[in-house]
């Protein structure tokens, strides 16, 4: 079939590829505008629209797709759309434009998790499992028809980077099974059960705020699931102190305290139940590094009240 792909992030790369690697062809790939980067705001095309280019296929940007966008994809005149993490949200004037509509590559097993951030959610809520699903597209968010889903098992230490690591790679391998389905005529579309749709909304760096009132199962997972974006974080010495790994400890005090801060123990911080032993951390104006090192150059005070 003839396509138009549309996706911004590294997330979509892997199913780009894989697309293109097919028998499918690509008639054009729309990503995001390109946005400054850095301390020094250098303007830069996002993962996508750097692949895209690199193979050689034509791509397009729009402010708002909505209202730019729409001659030029009647234009191209394509047999179906994939969306893969595009940031827009299409009118019905585009899902209308395709024989085949839109299809879309959604990374949790909807209807959990409509919306954004789903990789992130399914960790900080403690889930075991979740997968990819190709979908429909329609007006709604994420309530098209189920084409085919996956499952995948959540690593118990699983952080969100590594997770959209192996669901990109899913989600590659299935996105042009979808295809080859929906060409042959053979696809079954199913909807949705209404009745187990939850919607999640975009992280903020704010989400990332440790309550240690909440339990250390809590805690570590908030910290996998925004290891590597926002990261997890408390105040020491009126300094943000960023967290990236820590394991639950059966250690018990005062939500907050500080446990123990040494070579032989580590840093362990009590929570609302038991306690948290940070592995890898970083106190702002010093850089990314593991427990040992941080305690060589400092050391926090057995009593120490985080949160206060």
Known sequence: ?????????????????????????????????????????????????????????????????????????????????????????????????PKYGIINIHASLLPKYRGAAPIQWSIINGDKITGVTIMQTQEGIDTGDIIMQEELEIGKTETAGELFDRLSNLGASMIVKALDTIESGKAVYKKQDESKATKVGMIKKEDGKINFNDTANNIVNLIRGLNPWPIAFTKYDNKT??????????????????????????????????????????????????????LIGRKLPVGYKFGE
């Open 1 to 97: 079939m003839k396509l138009v792909f549309l996706g911004t992030p590294d997330f979509a790369c892997k199913p780009l590829e894989a697309i293109y690697e097919s028998n499918h062809e690509i008639l054009a790939v729309v990503t995001q505008p390109d946005k400054p980067v850095g301390r020094k705001a250098i303007i830069t095309p996002c993962a996508v629209k750097s692949l895209a280019i690199s193979k050689g296929l034509k791509t397009l940007s729009y402010n708002k797709i909505r209202l730019e966008g729409i001659e030029d994809l009647k234009a191209l005149n394509p047999d179906i759309m994939v969306t893969c993490a595009y940031g827009q949200i299409l009118s019905k004037e585009i899902l209308d434009i």
């Open 241 to 294: 102190l960023k967290i990236y790994s820590a394991v639950e400890c059966d250690l018990k005090g005062n939500a907050g305290e500080v446990l123990a801060s040494d070579l032989s123990s580590g840093l362990i911080i009590a929570t609302g139940d038991k306690s948290i032993s940070v592995l890898e951390l970083q106190l702002e104006g010093s850089k990314r590094m593991g427990i040992k090192d941080f």
